[in-house]
């Protein structure tokens, strides 16, 4: 019983030894030089950036991407849709279908990322300008502005205009075309009149 013990005991303090030995290596104080049992990474053969190179005629490490390439994920055909531009005109009319999903699509975004500045009945008194009255945003049921093509409104969504910074990596464009249809009913809502109502609704109001 006694030399079981004792083996314990040594096979115990040497997994010990050992386990020190492990976090000593591990550890933030590091010999100089370092006992290296396989090449150090630091010393493998590789380009640095902006350094020099022999392996390519023009002398540079880092190679220039071929003309025309896109990040994967971001092509972006110039298209009317991507761009709210026909020509050299702004598109006229949203080119996304006016339904109950798309408007409630749009009120969702234009609360999230609108809504600060504008208010969310595109007043232009939101609690930014509340803060910062320098900060003056656009009142959207103004009549230039419902007079505005939708491709006009698409572009400053997408490229800022004056005080307003552009939102195009925040608002996807989809979303932005959302954004468009539910500010077009805002403006409906703040311009109607009575032959905006039906029969009935007229009616209840006499």
Not at 20 to 43: H, N, T, Y
Request: glycine share 8%; aromatic share 6%.
């Amino acid at each position: 019983m006694i030399q079981k013990s004792g083996v314990r005991s040594q096979k115990a303090a040497a997994c010990v030894v050992l386990g020190l030995l492990v976090l000593a290596g591990c550890s933030g104080i590091q010999r100089d030089p370092p006992i290296e049992v396989w090449d150090d990474m630091r010393r493998q053969e590789k380009f640095k950036p902006q350094t020099a190179s022999s392996l390519f005629a023009d002398g540079r490490s880092t190679r220039v991407p071929p003309e025309g390439t896109v990040a994967r994920g971001h092509l972006m055909e110039e298209t009317p849709y991507n761009t709210g531009m026909e020509g050299a005109l702004y598109l006229g009319k949203n080119p996304r279908p006016i339904t109950a999903e798309l408007l409630h699509q749009g009120q969702l975004r234009f609360n999230t990322y609108c809504s600060p500045c504008h208010d969310k009945t595109g007043s232009g008194r939101g609690i930014v300008p509340t803060r910062v009255p320098t900060w003056q945003p656009s009142n959207l049921m103004e009549d230039r502005l419902v007079e505005a093509a939708d491709g006009d409104l698409f572009n400053v969504i997408t490229n800022g205009r004056r005080s307003m910074p552009p939102y195009r990596f925040q608002v996807m464009v989809d979303d932005r075309w959302a954004i468009i249809a539910y500010v077009r009913l805002l403006q409906r809502a703040a311009h109607g009149g009575a032959a905006d109502l039906t029969p009935e609704q007229r009616a209840s109001l006499q």
